[in-house]
């Protein structure tokens, strides 16, 4: 009874609780250790890091919103705008958060747009449905999903996995590990040294700078979206691509038309041919160059 007691204790002093037309200001400790929850159907979250072990909790709650909840459980702090089951009538909260930049942060929301600057935690993870994310940040473990908002990525990560429907994604920065899928959003890339990539397409534009280490494996899978895919003149690959019925276009190696049918190949080894590099499309173009 005495440790039930305790447990209840705990959880009520640590909820705050915002009404609808209240201004938001709320403060709570918040260390490197701290993962930061932040969920907000619509309007805007805005994300920013500094070196105070608290974390501060400004903006507007907006109208025919039940309430905003704060809430710390364990090593976590959550922060969600409660609204009723019917959202109709529901204006747009601004949520304007400052966070130790070591800490960890998850962000969702359905039509926030999301802004999130100068964090280089362990782990950063926002999923939106139609609105924008804008992230700059350094972090280790690294997710952004929409469904049809853009993904704007400025940063560095080790691992890193983006998802889109529709939305248009634009990265630069990333290195080690990365895996982007997407149906009909075009992504352009510009990395730095990764060791593992995977690119997939169903009809969205790829446009990839990539660079490889030596052990690297990457492959880039198009349905009928285009492939222009940029390597540096120095790096060490073997290259193996087909298109079924798109077109093949590359200052390395030669290409090959089948002797009946519209499929198309290439194969090149640059270097010592140390990193692997596989690419396929239907009908999509695609272009390879060492620049």
Same mark, same amino acid.
């Given at each position: 009874?005495?440790?039930?007691?305790?447990?209840?204790?705990?959880?009520?002093?640590?909820?705050?609780?915002?009404?609808?037309?209240?201004?938001?200001?709320?403060?709570?400790?918040?260390?490197?250790?701290?993962?930061?929850?932040?969920?907000?159907?619509?309007?805007?979250?805005?994300?920013?890091?500094?070196?105070?072990?608290?974390?501060?909790?400004?903006?507007?709650?907006?109208?025919?919103?039940?309430?905003?909840?704060?809430?710390?459980?364990?090593?976590?702090?959550?922060?969600?705008?409660?609204?009723?089951?019917?959202?109709?009538?529901?204006?747009?909260?601004?949520?304007?958060?400052?966070?130790?930049?070591?800490?960890?942060?998850?962000?969702?929301?359905?039509?926030?747009?999301?802004?999130?600057?100068?964090?280089? /935690? !362990?782990?950063?993870?926002? %999923?939106? *449905?139609?609105? @924008?994310?804008?992230? =700059?940040?350094?972090?280790?473990? &690294? #997710? +952004?999903?929409?469904?049809?908002?853009?993904?704007?990525?400025?940063?560095?990560?080790?691992?890193?996995?983006?998802?889109?429907?529709?939305?248009?994604?634009?990265?630069?920065?990333?290195?080690?590990?990365?895996?982007?899928?997407?149906?009909? /959003? !075009?992504?352009?890339?510009? %990395?730095? *040294?990764?060791? @593992?990539?995977?690119? =997939?397409?169903?009809?969205?534009? &790829? #446009? +990839?700078?990539?660079?490889?280490?030596?052990?690297?494996?990457?492959?880039?899978?198009?349905?009928?979206?285009?492939?222009?895919?940029?390597?540096?003149?120095?790096?060490?690959?073997?290259?193996?691509?087909?298109?079924?019925?798109?077109?093949?276009?590359?200052?390395?190696?030669?290409?090959?038309?089948?002797?009946?049918?519209?499929?198309?190949?290439?194969?090149?080894?640059?270097?010592?041919?140390?990193?692997?590099?596989?690419?396929?499309?239907?009908?999509?173009?695609?272009?390879?160059?060492?620049?």
């Amino acid at each position: 009874m005495r440790i039930q007691m305790t447990g209840l204790l705990s959880a009520l002093v640590l909820t705050a609780a915002v009404q609808a037309g209240e201004p938001i200001d709320v403060t709570r400790a918040a260390n490197a250790d701290t993962l930061v929850v932040v969920k907000n159907v619509k309007g805007e979250i805005r994300v920013s890091g500094w070196d105070r072990d608290e974390a501060v909790l400004s903006g507007e709650l907006g109208a025919g919103s039940r309430d905003l909840v704060v809430e710390e459980r364990g090593n976590q702090l959550v922060i969600e705008v409660e609204i009723p089951r019917n959202s109709r009538g529901v204006e747009e909260t601004i949520l304007d958060l400052q966070m130790p930049r070591k800490a960890s942060l998850e962000v969702g929301s359905i039509s926030a747009r999301v802004d999130v600057i100068g964090l280089a /935690g !362990e782990r950063l993870k926002v %999923s939106s *449905v139609s609105g @924008d994310v804008d992230v =700059e940040a350094d972090t280790q473990l &690294l #997710e +952004l999903g929409t469904v049809s908002g853009d993904i704007d990525f400025t940063g560095s990560a080790q691992r890193t996995k983006f998802s889109s429907v529709s939305g248009d994604i634009d990265t630069s920065g990333l290195t080690g590990e990365v895996e982007v899928t997407t149906v009909s /959003g !075009e992504v352009y890339l510009k %990395s730095g *040294v990764l060791s @593992d990539a995977r690119f =997939e397409s169903v009809s969205g534009d &790829l #446009e +990839l700078y990539v660079d490889l280490s030596e052990t690297a494996s990457m492959t880039i899978e198009s349905l009928s979206g285009d492939v222009d895919l940029h390597l540096p003149e120095s790096l060490s690959a073997r290259c193996e691509a087909e298109s079924f019925s798109g077109s093949i276009k590359s200052n390395r190696g030669e290409v090959r038309s089948a002797k009946h049918g519209p499929h198309k190949s290439l194969e090149f080894v640059a270097g010592a041919g140390e990193a692997r590099i596989r690419i396929e499309s239907f009908s999509g173009d695609l272009r390879i160059r060492s620049d």
